[in-house]
């Protein structure tokens, strides 16, 4: 506030008193920064919407399949509980949110594992980090639930607990990854992770942003395959 009213006494108002590079008239930069950051935009636009072709032609059978599974698991009564790491926890709820409350369609039960922050601190504080997921679960599922976890390394090892601890009490287990998919591709979750969609970048902007496509994706045809099949899961 003080900032800017100094450059109001200088005759500059606003932005333009912060930020004079902004602006014509300031030494010729404003069209090098507004050309740069054009070119930027571009450029990672051009790249995300190849990411995402190359996503959908490895993946999109094996997303109808997914969603399948998932819908005939919500059919017979199944929850789904989604978790991940970091910003890979902000795309957990918002994957609960978007199966829970959706703008249109069929809403279903889901609940996102880091959104009690007492218990995520409990745990981690009182056993350790690594079990922060596989302790909800042992608490709160079933045999017919749903685990969802996200990860742009694939490397995180709470992840790998959750879909051990998910594989013992007969939950569907689905894991978005990055990179070359890290632990959660390897040999031996090969039997713990029933669908498994790696993003191939090394951007963890563009893995992230991928997979926010596959699971919109994952929701939107749960949703068809929950009105379309009679009876559902079979």
Same mark, same amino acid.
């Given at each position: 506030?003080?900032? #800017?009213?100094?450059?109001?006494?200088? !005759?500059?108002?606003?932005?333009? !008193?912060?930020?004079?590079?902004?602006?014509?008239?300031?030494?010729?930069?404003?069209?090098?920064?507004?050309?740069?950051?054009?070119?930027?935009?571009?450029?990672?636009?051009?790249?995300?919407?190849?990411?995402?072709?190359?996503?959908? /032609?490895?993946?999109?059978?094996?997303?109808?399949?997914?969603?399948?599974?998932?819908?005939?698991?919500?059919?017979?009564? /199944?929850?789904? =509980? @989604?978790?991940?790491?970091?910003?890979?926890?902000?795309?957990?709820?918002?994957?609960?949110?978007? =199966?829970?409350?959706?703008?249109?369609?069929?809403? +279903?039960?889901?609940?996102?594992? @880091?959104?009690?922050?007492?218990?995520?601190?409990? +745990?981690?504080?009182?056993?350790?980090?690594?079990?922060?997921?596989?302790?909800?679960? #042992?608490?709160? #599922?079933?045999? !017919?639930?749903?685990?969802?976890?996200?990860? @742009?390394?694939? !490397?995180?090892?709470?992840?790998?607990?959750?879909?051990?601890?998910?594989?013992?009490?007969?939950?569907?287990?689905?894991?978005?990854?990055?990179?070359?998919?890290?632990?959660?591709?390897?040999?031996?979750?090969?039997?713990?992770?029933?669908?498994?969609?790696?993003?191939?970048?090394?951007?963890?902007?563009?893995?992230?942003?991928?997979?926010? @496509?596959?699971?919109?994706?994952?929701?939107?045809?749960?949703?068809?395959?929950?009105?379309?099949?009679?009876?559902?899961?079979?």
């Amino acid at each position: 506030m003080e900032t #800017a009213e100094r450059a109001g006494e200088d !005759g500059s108002h606003g932005t333009q !008193g912060l930020y004079p590079f902004l602006y014509p008239g300031s030494g010729g930069l404003a069209e090098d920064v507004v050309a740069g950051a054009v070119a930027s935009t571009r450029e990672k636009v051009a790249e995300i919407a190849e990411l995402r072709r190359r996503v959908r /032609g490895l993946h999109a059978e094996r997303l109808v399949a997914c969603a399948r599974d998932m819908a005939g698991r919500f059919a017979a009564g /199944g929850r789904m =509980f @989604t978790f991940g790491n970091g910003g890979s926890s902000t795309d957990a709820q918002q994957v609960a949110t978007a =199966f829970l409350a959706p703008a249109a369609g069929r809403p +279903l039960p889901a609940l996102c594992l @880091t959104c009690d922050v007492a218990v995520v601190t409990a +745990l981690s504080n009182d056993i350790g980090f690594d079990v922060v997921f596989a302790r909800q679960l #042992a608490a709160l #599922a079933r045999p !017919g639930d749903i685990a969802l976890g996200l990860s @742009t390394s694939g !490397g995180s090892a709470n992840l790998v607990g959750a879909f051990h601890e998910a594989r013992s009490r007969g939950l569907l287990t689905v894991a978005l990854a990055g990179y070359e998919g890290g632990l959660l591709a390897e040999p031996p979750m090969a039997g713990v992770i029933d669908h498994l969609f790696v993003i191939p970048s090394s951007s963890v902007h563009r893995i992230q942003e991928a997979q926010t @496509t596959v699971y919109h994706v994952l929701w939107e045809a749960t949703q068809h395959a929950l009105r379309d099949s009679t009876p559902i899961g079979t």
